[in-house]
C-alpha cells in the first residue's frame, strides 16, 4: 500500500510538472541558447568635397569601395552648411565660428570630420578618410605617409588642389555621377538626402 500510494504521488508531480512547462519550452531549455552580439552603433565619419570638381567625385567613389565593407557610416556633402543641417551631424561638436571658418576654406580643401569632432584637412584629410575605412591594404600608407612632414603633404596638396580642375582636364577626367555609391550617404547642398546606403540601417536619422 505505501509503495502504491508513493507511486501515485510521483506521476501526480510528474504530470503537475509537465502541465507547467511545455514539452517544447523543456526541450528549448536543455538545447544551449544561441548568444547573439548585440550590433554597436557604426561611428560616424563627414566629407565636404567640391562637386564640381572631377577628380573629388572620383575620390569619392573610391571611398564608396573602401567603405562597403566598413563598420564606419561616410556622410559626404559639397558643402559644410549643408552638412552641419543633417540630423546626423548633432553630435558633432562645432560652434557657428567653426563651421563659419570651414566654409571658407572649403574651396581650396577636403574637410574630414570624424566622430569625435576632430577636423582633417588637406593631405591628413584624404588620409584620415583613406585610413578610418578601416581597409588594412592603405594602413601601410598611411603609417608612411605620417613620416613625411606635415608642411610637405600639404603643399604638395595645395599645389595639385589649385590646378585640380586643370589637370582633370588635361588628362581628361570626366565628372562622374555619385547616384550610384552604395556605400557612402550623399547629401545635396540644401541639406537633402540625395543617396542613402544601401547597407545601412541606422541611416533613417539623417
Not at 590646378?163 to 537633402?192: F, N, P, T, Y
Request: hydrophobic share 35%; charged share 25%; net charge positive.
Amino acid at each position: 500500500m505505501k509503495q502504491r500510494e508513493w507511486n501515485r504521488r510521483r506521476s501526480v508531480i510528474a504530470s503537475n510538472q509537465v502541465g507547467t512547462t511545455p514539452t517544447h519550452l523543456v526541450i528549448r531549455l536543455m538545447l544551449p541558447t544561441k548568444q547573439t552580439k548585440s550590433e554597436e552603433s557604426p561611428e560616424l565619419f563627414f566629407l565636404v568635397y567640391d562637386s564640381e570638381c572631377p577628380i573629388c567625385s572620383r575620390f569619392i567613389q573610391l571611398l564608396d569601395k573602401l567603405y562597403t565593407s566598413s563598420s564606419h557610416q561616410l556622410t559626404v556633402a559639397p558643402s559644410v552648411y549643408s552638412l552641419s543641417i543633417c540630423k546626423g551631424f548633432k553630435n558633432i561638436k562645432l560652434g557657428q565660428d567653426q563651421i563659419d571658418h570651414l566654409a571658407s576654406l572649403q574651396s581650396s580643401t577636403i574637410i574630414f570630420i570624424d566622430s569625435r569632432s576632430r577636423v582633417h584637412l588637406y593631405s591628413r584629410a584624404i588620409l584620415a578618410a583613406i585610413m578610418l575605412s578601416n581597409q588594412r591594404a592603405y594602413s601601410l600608407f598611411y603609417q608612411l605617409c605620417l613620416l613625411l612632414p606635415l608642411r610637405l603633404t600639404d603643399k604638395l596638396y595645395k599645389e595639385f588642389s589649385s590646378r585640380r580642375l586643370l589637370i582633370s582636364e588635361a588628362i581628361k577626367v570626366k565628372k562622374k555621377c555619385l547616384l550610384g555609391c552604395q556605400s557612402v550617404i550623399l547629401i545635396d547642398r540644401d541639406g537633402h538626402l540625395l543617396r542613402q546606403s544601401a547597407s545601412r540601417d541606422s541611416q533613417e536619422d539623417l
